[in-house]
């Protein structure tokens, strides 16, 4: 089968509204040969680059025309893995902080960079590995306020309001994550258990 019609075909196997960047069809040909498959599908109307790298099979809304993928997903498929949000937008959802940050910024293990969504800058921002613990899941999410609200303001309430937000199995799985926590955090979550649990 042609570079070509393996692109082709890669692209269909995709979601409606799913990104995906070049590296993903290395293994179908040379990058100029893909690059060039990308440009013609473009062209076509097949694909749509929504950031730069990143393209979509785009999903076509009744009233709006074409839907850009989320923020978060351009991310996921810009780094390869999964990716977490940044702190401020963590502590923002479990209603810590009313803070919302104005522009995404997701945290990642992978290199830091930027990019647009149409108008709209994405930061990916390089954080230690062991700031993310599950990302792109509630109890990575959790993790991710808890390192924003640092030493000074994680109490042992903070982690009340957590479990309240946690389904019983996530709040399980948080738990037994207890070890990928800083000495401070550990102390005032043992704190938490010992009063309420």
Do not use: C
């Not at 269909?12 to 590296?23: D, M, R, Y």
């Not at 990308?38 to 076509?60: F, T």
């Not at 290199?111 to 921002?125: A, D, M, T, W």
Request: hydrophobic share 40%.
């Amino acid at each position: 089968m042609s570079t070509s019609k393996s692109v082709r075909k890669y692209i269909q196997s995709k979601k409606l509204g799913q990104p995906f960047v070049p590296t993903e069809l290395l293994h179908l040909g040379s990058r100029k040969a893909i690059d060039l498959e990308l440009a013609r599908l473009e062209k076509a109307g097949k694909i749509m680059r929504v950031a730069r790298g990143v393209y979509v099979r785009p999903e076509i809304g009744k009233y709006v025309g074409a839907v850009p993928p989320g923020a978060k997903e351009v991310a996921i498929a810009k780094t390869g893995g999964p990716v977490e949000v940044q702190g401020a937008e963590a502590a923002n959802r479990f209603g810590f902080s009313t803070q919302v940050p104005l522009k995404p910024i997701f945290y990642t293990a992978g290199p830091s960079r930027k990019l647009r969504l149409g108008n709209l800058p994405i930061e990916i921002r390089h954080v230690s590995p062991r700031k993310l613990v599950m990302p792109g899941t509630n109890i990575g999410m959790a993790f991710s306020a808890l390192w924003y609200l640092g030493k000074n303001e994680v109490t042992p309430n903070t982690f009340k309001v957590i479990k309240t937000r946690l389904s019983a199995q996530e709040y399980k799985q948080f738990k037994s994550k207890i070890n990928m926590m800083p000495g401070w955090m550990a102390e005032s979550f043992r704190q938490f258990e010992q009063k309420y649990a």
